[in-house]
């Protein structure tokens, strides 16, 4: 048993003699399931009380072992807990420390439950406030996003396909569209709670148990919603785990993506943006130098996020029913995952908080690349009686003269329009104007200033 004064393992009655030390050294998941201290007292106290109301300990039992579990959790907490090593992870650490302190009553703890069932019930709750944390980080990602939107709502910028430009957009909208997908991946992260809140314990190692438990009292008592349906299933399964990787890992690539954009914008050849000093690092050899390093940190994170995915799948691959050691890994890529989603959203709203927009040169650069040219196509098409697929070859055709003669179409002179297509007015010399332009598009979800401003003030209602 755990209480052997000699540091012997709790099988050591079966198995006769010790583990490789090397094997211990590798084998054992202390360094990394220590974080789980809180949840594993938390789940152990829920499980005797349940096993003391139904009459499977006795009410001094439970008692001793609560206040036993309560003093080691005071004791981690306070870094005076002695971790050893060769008892391989937290739940037999902790075990063997109740053993030290209310003697051999200890030994009840552990009725009718597993290691098994133990870590998936201290993982899942740690991971249900992860996920509320991450939720947390990204409402304030999302506030910082809605206050630069908010200042440049009439910031106009040309909206890029294929990084040539398309059509003229507002920099608020652009930035509004990073919120949809933040606001996707908060709900992904909700969505996740639902598999989060079944309650893996009381399946013990793989069957269930022929003691008379009550999994519904645990289920209350922990916050979960219902117990697991089969026991085999249960301390088989690591999809929620796949679930969180991957929920993160979307997140990331929505991050990677704008690091991306602003990473190609704050260069010199777009110069579209500027950031400030507390966001740049310089140059060991370059002095002028001031680089986009934390985008590119982030740029660079979703590579880590997407392979932390892909071990747990792996692992997950071909493994039968129901526990293997396998499982183990779970724990170290999920905190590792976690640690880099919560920096990625944490230095990326601080580089929105320090983002500038080179108005400007957004305005410059918008005025190239016959920008307007699908607004001209429009006015033909309603002034014109022209149908669409006509109007796009007249205005190709402008298109043409104008590159011709190296003007954009704004440059272009009512009597050089006219020679391509006679019906044209003066009027139509409106549509070149790029505020028109942005405007013109009020369709639901479209650019126009007046959507713009409408939807940030409804999301700043919600957020
Ligand atoms: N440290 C183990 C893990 O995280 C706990 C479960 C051990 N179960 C077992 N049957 N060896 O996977």
């Known amino acids: 048993m755990l ?16 583990t490789s030390t090397f094997f211990q050294k590798v084998g054992g998941s202390l360094n990394i399931d220590k974080k789980l201290y809180k949840e594993d007292i938390i789940g152990s106290i829920a499980h005797v009380e349940m096993l003391f109301k139904q009459k499977i300990i006795s009410f001094k039992v439970k008692n001793k072992i609560i206040y036993g579990l309560n003093k080691i959790e005071k004791e981690i907490s306070k870094n005076k807990f002695n971790f050893d090593k060769s008892l391989e992870d937290i739940h037999m650490n902790i075990e063997k420390r109740l053993f030290e302190i209310i003697g051999n009553e200890a030994g009840y703890v552990h009725t009718a439950r597993s290691r098994n069932d133990q870590v998936i019930t201290d993982v899942k709750l740690w991971m249900k406030s992860a996920n509320m ?27 890029f396909t294929h990084l040539k430009n398309a059509q003229a957009i507002s920099f608020g909208h652009y930035l509004m569209a990073y919120i949809e997908m933040f606001i996707r991946d908060k709900k992904r992260f909700q969505h996740n709670m639902e598999s989060l809140n079944e309650n893996p314990l009381g399946v013990s190692a793989l069957t269930g148990t022929s003691f008379n438990i009550d999994r519904n009292y645990t289920t209350r008592k922990l916050g979960f919603k219902i117990p697991t349906n089969n026991s085999i299933d249960t301390v088989s399964d690591r999809d929620f785990v796949l679930d969180y990787l991957y929920s993160c890992s979307t997140c990331a690539m929505h991050i990677s993506r704008i690091s991306e954009e602003l990473i190609i914008w704050n260069s010199d050849a777009f110069n579209l943006i500027k950031l400030s000093d507390k966001i740049v690092t310089g140059s060991s050899i370059m002095p002028q130098k001031k680089n986009p390093d934390l985008l590119e940190y982030i740029r660079g994170k979703t590579g880590v996020m997407y392979g932390n995915l892909f071990s747990m799948l792996t692992i997950l691959k071909g493994l039968p029913l129901s526990y293997f050691k396998d499982l183990q890994d779970d724990k170290e890529i999920i905190f590792k995952t976690h640690d880099t989603i919560i920096n990625c959203i944490k230095i990326l709203n601080e580089i929105l908080n320090n983002l500038y927009p080179n108005k400007k040169r957004m305005l410059e650069l918008t005025n190239k690349g016959y920008i307007t040219a699908t607004d001209l196509a429009d006015y033909l098409v309603k002034n014109h009686e022209m149908s669409f697929r006509k109007a796009y070859q007249k205005t190709a055709e402008i298109v043409n003269y104008a590159e011709k003669k190296s003007k954009q179409l704004g440059d272009l002179k009512i009597d050089e329009l006219k020679k391509i297509e006679p019906k044209l007015k003066e009027d139509v010399l409106k549509v070149f104007n790029l505020k028109n332009s942005v405007n013109s598009k009020k369709s639901f979800g479209g650019t126009s200033f007046d959507n713009v401003k409408k939807m940030i003030s409804k999301y700043k209602k919600i957020i």
Do not use: V
């Not at 052997?4 to 010790?18: D, G, P, S």
């Open 3 to 18: 209480k052997n004064k000699n540091n012997k393992a709790i099988w050591n009655t079966r198995i006769k003699r010790k």
């Open 133 to 159: 944390e991450i939720n947390r980080n990204l409402d304030r990602l999302i506030k910082s996003t809605l206050k630069l939107a908010e200042k440049n709502i009439e910031t106009i910028m040309p909206g």
